[in-house]
């Protein structure tokens, strides 16, 4: 089983700046896919930004070139870094790691973390 801890959300004003932080328990962080989903009210979830194990990104669009996806595998934790902040990314972010074995696909979600961009 793998905890996911997230960290770093809160009120932000538009055009500032938060990291968000998700600290997972287990050995075997290098080996999964990281990746934060958020979900505003009355929405679905939705991808945000993904990294793979050997650390290549995804974003997505409405993000792209605004937020940075990184992982730090000796930590055993995964950043999110958003700049220039909208309304738009009000949201609850969650943190999402994804392992796969002979044994099959396991997934795994965070807490969330509250994001609010708002003047």
């Known amino acids: 089983q793998v905890q996911l801890v997230e960290s770093g959300g809160g009120l932000v004003q538009p055009g500032g700046s938060l990291r968000l932080s998700c600290a997972a328990s287990g050995s075997s962080f290098s080996t999964y896919k990281m990746a934060w989903y958020r979900q505003a009210p009355g929405k679905q979830r939705e991808l945000v930004a993904a990294?793979?194990?050997?650390?290549?990104?995804n974003y997505l669009d409405a993000v792209r070139g605004r937020f940075t996806i990184s992982r730090n595998n000796a930590e055993s934790t995964v950043y999110l870094q958003m700049n220039s902040l909208t309304p738009g990314d009000t949201a609850v972010y969650y943190c999402?790691?994804?392992?796969?074995?002979?044994?099959?696909?396991?997934?795994?979600w965070g807490q969330g973390t509250q994001v609010t961009v708002s003047s």
């Open positions: 999402y790691a994804e392992s796969t074995s002979w044994s099959g696909k396991f997934t795994y």
């Open positions: 990294i793979t194990s050997t650390g290549n990104p």
